[in-house]
């Protein structure tokens, strides 16, 4: 695929990068402080979320994995401003939020259903745009770029519904890309492609973060995923949920499904979240 | 697949044949009620030459001018004011649920009366002129539009509408671009069965209350006792009802592009 090129094919084996300065709130670009989220049901409330903290820095890609029925597209969705937090907030650039923020772009889980079928490729990446009123040419440009980004240059002209799974999702990814926003929340973004076209998504974002330095916030349910994507990875669990583990992941920014996955620091880590997730669901 | 891009763009050829599959039948009919009404005696049952002749003389063209185009004035403003008021209380209801709960009740008692049992206050407030006509229609028109509406509008995918409150797309830019197009396939079911509601209507007011439109001009023929001109009267109604119906075809067509489109490349890759 078109990433595949730009993505170096071996990864060099530096050292970790410097070590987590997690608990540094002023310098969080994104901040879950105390967060909990109940819903009223019959019997009186259900708390999904509960006093959830979280912190992405600028440049990071964190990753968020749990069992599924963990509630992590409800703390997504409230972090995107989708849902009102029961208790706790979320800040971003200091401020906290209480609708959807501006310097948040969100790629969801379904692609089929999040890009309008009735508008081409360019005109679902220029939508927001338009709403947030950049003049007409420096839009064009904007979607002209986000679409080559995603090795997409060609489809701006199509609907979506003439493009397969994988590049549907690009097509939200660019979206988000022209957006131009602090941070990017996915939510399970490769859940429904087969495994290869997963597999060049998923460089496909370590791409776009060596070539645009954006800030990602990623939610999945696969542990491989999490760690192959994250510089830190934060770990899900219990009921209602909260955050089991924090790990910061020692594998430097070049990283290689073939080789990066055989390292012995990524097999560790995976293994040990595993463990964990299943000790957890006993 | 090479079928299905052809549904979608057909070559001539395939149009002229798809137009003989329609119009076999109509065409067999008539040369058959030709031939059997061909030496009618009957008062009521003229011959369909007669029936034809009248037509000629009647609707071609003085009655175009004194007949038709009165009448379809009155429809395109009446079903114009109709779609308006549809589409844009249909949104409001449907994106204001809590609105449209509370409306409900009224909403379904007002749909419940006939348009024609409106004819009696429409002549005493309106009077037999175009608008008590354009008003009947409106308001006849009006329900199966904004039903549709309320339900297109509900049925938008609920991830879509995720996409733009979390893109922060503004209330203008989202009916434009997101509501009224998501709704647009149901909305277009609704005008296609205001339009037949609006022609019923249209000929109903003018018996009822009028000095032209075809309608009116049937009636005369009957009570003249001008018996071929009355069915030359419903012929032309018949083929106007006709022609409206394939220009909204046209019309739907070019709105639903997308729709028909996406449903063929479906179709097509589940083959």
Same mark, same amino acid.
């Given at each position: 695929?078109?990433?595949?090129?730009?993505?170096?094919?071996?990864?060099?084996?530096?050292?970790a990068?410097?070590?987590?300065?997690?608990?540094?709130?002023?310098?969080?670009?994104?901040?879950?402080?105390?967060?909990?989220?109940?819903?009223?049901?019959?019997?009186?409330?259900?708390?999904?979320v509960?006093?959830l903290d979280?912190?992405?820095r600028?440049?990071?890609?964190?990753?968020?994995?749990?069992p599924?029925?963990?509630g992590?597209?409800?703390l &997504?969705?409230?972090i995107?401003?989708?849902?009102?937090a029961?208790?706790?907030?979320?800040?971003?650039?200091?401020?906290?939020?209480?609708?959807?923020p501006?310097q948040?772009?969100v790629?969801?889980?379904?692609?089929?259903?999040?890009?309008?079928?009735?508008?081409?490729?360019?005109?679902?990446?220029?939508?927001? &745009?338009r709403?947030?009123?950049?003049?007409?040419?420096?839009?064009?440009?904007?979607?002209t770029?986000?679409l080559?980004d995603?090795?997409l240059?060609?489809?701006?002209e199509?609907?979506?519904?003439?493009?397969?799974?994988g590049?549907q999702?690009r097509?939200?990814?660019?979206?988000?890309?022209a957006y131009?926003p602090?941070?990017?929340?996915?939510?399970?973004p +490769?859940?429904?492609?087969?495994?290869?076209?997963?597999?060049?998504?998923?460089d496909?974002?370590?791409?776009?973060?060596?070539?645009?330095?954006i800030?990602?916030?990623?939610?999945t349910h696969?542990?491989?995923?999490a760690?192959y994507?994250?510089?830190?990875?934060?770990?899900?669990?219990?009921?209602?949920t909260?955050?089991?583990e924090r790990?910061?992941v020692?594998?430097?920014r070049?990283?290689?499904?073939?080789?990066?996955?055989?390292?012995p620091? +990524?097999?560790?880590?995976r293994?040990h979240?595993l463990?964990?997730?299943?000790?957890?669901a006993? | 697949?090479?079928?299905?891009?052809?549904?979608?763009?057909?070559?001539?050829?395939?149009?002229?044949?798809?137009?003989?599959v329609?119009?076999?039948?109509?065409?067999?009919l008539?040369?058959?009620?030709?031939?059997?009404?061909?030496?009618?005696?009957?008062?009521?049952?003229?011959?369909?030459q007669t029936?034809?002749?009248a037509?000629?003389?009647?609707?071609?063209?003085?009655?175009?001018t004194e007949?038709? &185009?009165?009448?379809?004035?009155?429809?395109?403003?009446?079903f114009?004011i109709?779609?308006?008021?549809?589409?844009?209380?249909?949104?409001?209801?449907?994106?204001?649920?809590?609105?449209g709960a509370?409306?409900?009740? !009224? &909403?379904?008692?007002?749909?419940?009366?006939?348009a024609?049992?409106?004819?009696?206050?429409?002549?005493?407030?309106?009077?037999?002129g175009?608008?008590?006509?354009?008003?009947?229609?409106?308001y006849?028109?009006?329900?199966?539009?904004?039903?549709?509406?309320v339900?297109?509008?509900?049925?938008?995918d609920?991830?879509?509408q995720?996409?733009?409150?979390?893109?922060?797309?503004?209330?203008?830019?989202?009916?434009?671009?997101?509501?009224l197009?998501?709704?647009?396939p149901q909305?277009?079911t609704?005008?296609?069965?205001s339009?037949?509601?609006?022609?019923?209507?249209?000929?109903?007011?003018?018996m009822?209350g009028?000095?032209e439109? !075809?309608?009116?001009?049937?009636?005369?023929a009957?009570?003249?006792?001008?018996?071929?001109?009355?069915?030359?009267?419903?012929?032309?109604?018949?083929?106007?009802?006709?022609?409206?119906?394939?220009?909204?075809?046209?019309l739907?067509?070019r709105?639903?592009?997308?729709?028909?489109?996406?449903?063929?490349?479906?179709?097509?890759?589940?083959?």
């Amino acid at each position: 695929m078109a990433e595949s090129a730009t993505t170096p094919a071996v990864a060099a084996r530096r050292p970790a990068e410097p070590p987590d300065t997690a608990g540094e709130r002023h310098s969080a670009l994104l901040s879950v402080q105390r967060l909990t989220k109940s819903y009223p049901v019959p019997e009186g409330r259900r708390t999904v979320v509960e006093d959830l903290d979280l912190d992405v820095r600028p440049g990071e890609i964190v990753t968020i994995v749990g069992p599924s029925g963990a509630g992590k597209t409800t703390l &997504l969705r409230c972090i995107a401003g989708l849902l009102p937090a029961s208790s706790g907030q979320v800040v971003i650039g200091g401020r906290p939020v209480t609708g959807p923020p501006e310097q948040l772009a969100v790629v969801f889980q379904d692609y089929s259903r999040s890009l309008m079928p009735w508008l081409s490729v360019r005109h679902n990446v220029e939508l927001p &745009l338009r709403g947030k009123n950049v003049p007409r040419d420096e839009r064009r440009r904007r979607v002209t770029d986000a679409l080559a980004d995603v090795g997409l240059g060609h489809t701006a002209e199509q609907h979506p519904w003439q493009l397969s799974g994988g590049m549907q999702q690009r097509v939200a990814i660019a979206r988000a890309l022209a957006y131009r926003p602090q941070a990017m929340l996915m939510d399970e973004p +490769f859940a429904s492609v087969d495994a290869q076209t997963r597999a060049d998504l998923e460089d496909l974002v370590l791409d776009l973060r060596q070539r645009l330095d954006i800030t990602i916030l990623l939610v999945t349910h696969d542990i491989d995923e999490a760690v192959y994507l994250g510089d830190t990875v934060v770990v899900l669990g219990g009921r209602p949920t909260r955050v089991r583990e924090r790990l910061t992941v020692p594998l430097g920014r070049d990283r290689d499904q073939a080789t990066t996955k055989a390292l012995p620091e +990524f097999v560790r880590l995976r293994t040990h979240i595993l463990t964990g997730i299943r000790e957890g669901a006993s | 697949m090479a079928r299905l891009a052809d549904d979608a763009h057909p070559s001539p050829l395939r149009m002229i044949g798809r137009l003989g599959v329609e119009a076999w039948l109509p065409v067999a009919l008539f040369v058959a009620w030709w031939v059997a009404s061909d030496s009618s005696q009957s008062l009521y049952f003229p011959s369909l030459q007669t029936i034809v002749e009248a037509f000629g003389r009647t609707w071609l063209p003085a009655g175009i001018t004194e007949h038709v &185009l009165p009448s379809l004035g009155n429809l395109a403003a009446g079903f114009a004011i109709a779609s308006a008021l549809g589409v844009g209380l249909g949104l409001v209801l449907g994106l204001v649920r809590r609105l449209g709960a509370a409306l409900s009740p !009224i &909403l379904e008692f007002m749909r419940a009366v006939p348009a024609v049992a409106l004819l009696p206050l429409g002549l005493l407030l309106l009077g037999i002129g175009s608008s008590m006509k354009i008003a009947l229609i409106a308001y006849a028109a009006f329900w199966p539009i904004l039903l549709t509406t309320v339900d297109g509008v509900r049925g938008i995918d609920a991830t879509v509408q995720d996409v733009a409150r979390s893109y922060r797309v503004p209330l203008r830019l989202r009916l434009t671009s997101v509501v009224l197009p998501g709704a647009a396939p149901q909305i277009m079911t609704g005008m296609r069965t205001s339009l037949s509601i609006g022609i019923t209507v249209i000929v109903f007011s003018e018996m009822a209350g009028s000095t032209e439109g !075809i309608g009116y001009a049937i009636l005369q023929a009957q009570r003249g006792f001008r018996i071929a001109e009355m069915w030359a009267g419903m012929l032309a109604l018949g083929i106007i009802g006709y022609l409206l119906n394939i220009a909204f075809r046209g019309l739907e067509h070019r709105v639903l592009r997308w729709n028909r489109a996406m449903h063929h490349t479906m179709l097509a890759a589940r083959s």
